[in-house]
């Protein structure tokens, strides 16, 4: 092929390349669309830790403990995305008060089917569903906001030093009382709201901290190029349906695993 051809062949594929990443970049998702993708990264998720892990502990099935893979990595997508929301909801909110309270009620409410999902019990303390990290994240946001619009020279003199200690303190609580994502979950909505108007160090911050919790978490660094395509706007959701979509899933997913190892027992028996 004669080389005028050749380049004529690669600068139409570099064009078109560039075409369609310029259309890429120009997409934007607006808040409702990162939570429906969050609702549904979560839901695959929790599909793969509830219904598939009983049956790969049962079966011998590659084909099984593949899917059972695939789905807990997409599910990393979504505490990256709440936590981007999270700190939106709190930055944009006419009443934070009214906000923290609506998530730990939906917190409260969704602990027994939260149990039920993943340990089969009505009541374990051995781990706190992911809202009441939310909470704790929040309570650290606001604190620092707080603290930073503070009129008082004592309080902005020692803005920092009450703020470090404040967070830490919370982190720590998340940690004794084992809430889903622990003192990284606490640190990574911290740094998702300091690194809001940074992508590049709110990537790196984010991407460091998540890996800190294992290889499995790997797979979160996929939320990143979403979390750029946030266009802040709101778009057409329904809160109420987003609050009862939490524990509502759990609860469903609680029954079908219950019915799901009966039915695999009795197969491997």
Request: positive net charge; contains cysteine; glycine residues 8%.
């Amino acid at each position: 092929m004669p080389a005028a051809e050749r380049k004529k062949i690669f600068d139409s594929f570099w064009h078109f390349a560039e075409r369609r990443w310029t259309m890429v970049e120009a997409k934007q998702i607006s808040n409702a669309g990162l939570k429906r993708i969050a609702m549904w990264c979560m839901f695959l998720d929790h599909f793969g830790a509830v219904c598939l892990q009983p049956m790969v502990l049962l079966t011998d099935s590659d084909a099984i403990a593949l899917l059972y893979c695939l789905l807990r990595g997409i599910g990393r997508v979504a505490f990256p995305t709440y936590s981007l929301l999270l700190v939106e909801g709190i930055l944009n909110t006419r009443n934070t008060r009214n906000y923290l309270l609506r998530l730990g009620i939906c917190g409260l409410g969704s602990e027994i089917p939260h149990d039920l999902a993943f340990s089969g019990r009505v009541i374990d303390w051995h781990s706190q569903n992911v809202l009441f990290t939310l909470c704790l994240g929040f309570i650290s946001v606001v604190l620092i906001i707080r603290l930073n619009g503070a009129k008082e020279d004592n309080v902005k003199r020692f803005a920092p030093v009450i703020a470090f200690l404040g967070i830490l303190m919370l982190a720590f609580l998340a940690e004794i009382t084992r809430c889903d994502y622990g003192a990284v979950g606490v640190f990574f909505i911290v740094s998702m709201y300091l690194f809001r108007d940074q992508e590049s160090w709110r990537t790196l911050i984010g991407g460091i901290l998540l890996a800190a919790l294992g290889p499995t978490e790997v797979a979160a660094a996929a939320a990143f190029p979403l979390l750029r395509r946030y266009s802040g706007k709101r778009g057409n959701q329904s809160k109420l349906g987003m609050y009862l979509f939490y524990p509502g899933h759990l609860l469903l997913l609680a029954m079908v695993r219950q019915n799901w190892e009966i039915i695999f027992s009795g197969m491997v028996l």
